[in-house]
């Protein structure tokens, strides 16, 4: 359904997604996602570093529909329609602490770099959300710029908030642990000089690399918690999801006809479509599915529900370009963003 070309067990690609999903989950993502025919056609010798970003994007979007349930039901609707589904990008939020260093991990986006950029990624626009004190990064690929999925790396300025905000954001992310191994290390190292690494190292660094877009801070404190949501429900969601992909997008072909069918369907979209200033770019999205996590108390742990991880949907116009042909507007915008992120709102 989805692919370029049709999809081989014995691809790369393949090969690598189901060391970490297994195979039936390897089969059907290769087979949901539109996927460029280059990136299958590697099965011997060294993974490129282009095959192990689309590996990457495949396994997080996965974790995203495990952990995101309205996501899920779309995306089933689009395999019984046979509709492929165009990955556009993954969207991760991160925290600057006052002191550098977010505990073990490097400071805010820092943290992601570190991998995207070995993979091929570079920093392709900043984009200022002052409504939020948070700054965005946008990381397109060198070699595939629109059949790779972008990531949208945010992060939260905790220096732009309260001396007790502030206090409450060094207590919880300050405890943050570095997952990165050596042998991932190792594969970044590779990809990095080379552009390609060993399948062997490749393949064992990929379920580490994955797990980085986690939740490597502590359980957070009740107190704690309830003074960043006071002043930023991002950095709440933060406190209780952590690097996680906060949306995965889908690139269609009219995101106001996309949104009007799924608000048919009584899913819980958002009620107004996102503009860009140019208005070459379009965005809206499923709000946030309810999870439950758990807090410390004096008393010892508790739940409660709060805001998870949701589904956005946008459309890129052609734009013209001086040096050529007209091509996709990869760009995003700080008004949309801003938009977007109120569905992670609590309550």
Avoid at 96 to 106: E, K
Wanted: aromatic content about 8%; hydrophobic content about 45%.
């Amino acid at each position: 359904m989805g692919t370029e070309t049709a999809v081989s067990s014995d691809s790369h690609l393949f090969r690598m997604i189901a060391l970490v999903a297994g195979e039936p989950a390897a089969a059907d993502i290769l087979d949901t996602l539109r996927i460029d025919g280059a990136l299958l056609a590697g099965r011997t010798g060294p993974v490129a570093r282009s095959v192990f970003a689309m590996a990457l994007n495949a396994v997080l979007f996965l974790d995203l529909l495990r952990r995101a349930p309205t996501a899920a039901a779309y995306v089933a609707d689009q395999r019984r329609l046979r509709e492929p589904i165009t990955f556009d990008h993954g969207a991760l939020r991160t925290v600057r602490l006052s002191s550098g260093p977010t505990g073990a991990l490097p400071a805010g986006a820092e943290s992601f770099a570190r991998i995207l950029e070995p993979l091929g990624y570079h920093l392709a626009g900043v984009y200022p959300l002052a409504k939020l004190r948070m700054t965005g990064y946008g990381y397109a690929h060198r070699e595939f710029p629109e059949t790779l999925p972008q990531f949208f790396v945010s992060e939260l300025h905790a220096d732009r908030f309260s001396a007790d905000f502030q206090g409450a954001a060094a207590r919880l992310f300050g405890s943050s642990r570095d997952p990165l191994t050596e042998r991932a290390r190792l594969a970044l190292e590779s990809f990095a000089l080379q552009g390609e690494s060993d399948f062997a190292c490749a393949a064992a660094a990929l379920p580490e690399i994955a797990a980085a877009f986690g939740r490597w801070h502590d359980t957070p404190q009740l107190a704690d918690y309830r003074l960043l949501l006071a002043e930023s429900d991002e950095a709440a969601w933060i406190a209780t999801e952590g690097s996680v992909f906060n949306h995965a997008t889908d690139r269609v072909a009219d995101v106001s006809v996309t949104a009007n069918t799924q608000r048919a369907l009584g899913r819980p979209i958002k009620d107004v479509v996102e503009i860009s200033a140019a208005g070459s770019v379009r965005q809206t999205a499923f709000r946030a599915d309810p999870v439950v996590r758990t807090f410390r108390t004096e008393g010892g742990l508790m739940e409660m529900t709060v805001p998870g991880s949701f589904y956005e949907f946008i459309s890129r116009d052609l734009i013209e370009r001086p040096e050529g042909d007209p091509s996709l507007d990869l760009r995003f915008d700080s008004s949309n963003a801003q938009g977007i992120f109120k569905m992670t709102r609590a309550g």
